[in-house]
């Protein structure tokens, strides 16, 4: 498995940065504080009785880990995973949870003023995992808040999946 080239000890005044990452054509951005790590594609062990979105397992150093595939959580849209594609390994403290993404691109800083509020939606599906909108570059990005993007049954079957390695 190696590491991918985006070295987030070296990235200075990191509480205001995020990692920008694309499913589709559209960009998504996470803290840069909740960023473990990212990696290539790894070996991963598929799981039975389990969501469309929700990959597998894999080993990273002794820790179990699941993996979703996020363009199928938010989108309905399975995503050819390949050489191309990344896992952003993200730390909510109680455990650690990757997340199958099409590109990692960038990490940017956001001043507050940027960060707009997401547009009023009519949907079918709860959004409140989009947490604003920053316009940068010609490109609309999305902040993410991927524990909200979870539902409860989501939060169980990782539980269950790290308490069963």
Known sequence: MTTLPVNLSKVKGREDRHLIFSLGTEEYSVPLLKVKEVIEIPDITPMPH?????????????????????????????????????????????????????????????????????????????????????????????????HKALNVQDLKLIESQKNAA
């Open 50 to 146: 389990t969501p469309s979105y929700y990959l597998g397992i894999m080993n990273l150093r002794g820790q179990v880990i699941s993996i979703i595939d996020l363009s199928m959580k938010l989108k309905g849209v399975r995503q050819e995973l390949g050489k191309k594609n990344a896992v952003i390994i993200l730390d909510f403290e109680s455990f650690c949870l990757g997340i199958a993404v099409g590109t990692v691109n960038r990490v940017l800083a956001f001043a507050q003023e940027e960060i707009r509020e997401r547009p009023m939606i009519e949907s079918t599906e709860n959004i409140d995992y989009i947490e604003g909108v920053v316009h940068r570059d010609r490109k609309m990005i999305l902040l993410l808040d991927v």
